[in-house]
């Protein structure tokens, strides 16, 4: 699948395909979990996922950008930006020449 876009659909195909769940079964357990890992993010949780990577909000801080066309200084308001680290195990799958 490389180069392409795994959708919502695709997982719940998956989900179906794997599990043996209906498709509409398999399709509302992907939105739970989809919808609880948004829900914690949202409540500034930290959503680990093990041998995959984990998601954070963190908090940016107000700062002095540029407008690059014309100059002028514009505010940058302060704001929640989300963060994904992959986990060791993601990363040596993705380049698995590198490392142990």
């Known amino acids: 699948m490389s ?3 795994i959708t919502r659909a695709d997982l ?3 989900v179906y395909e794997e599990v043996g769940l209906s498709r509409n079964e ?6 739970a979990v989809l919808d ?3 829900d914690a993010l949202v409540d500034g949780d930290t959503v680990k996922i093990s041998s995959f990577g984990s998601f954070s909000v963190r908090q940016k ?5 540029r407008n690059p066309k014309t100059g002028e200084e514009v505010p940058i308001l302060p ?11 993601l990363k040596h799958k993705i380049n698995p020449a590198e490392g142990g």
């Open 3 to 5: 180069g392409s876009t």
């Open 12 to 14: 719940s195909e998956a």
């Open 26 to 31: 398999s399709a509302e357990l992907v939105e």
């Open 36 to 38: 609880e890992i948004s």
């Open 61 to 65: 801080g107000e700062r002095v950008g």
């Open 79 to 89: 704001r929640r930006v989300l963060v994904f680290r992959a986990s060791h195990v």
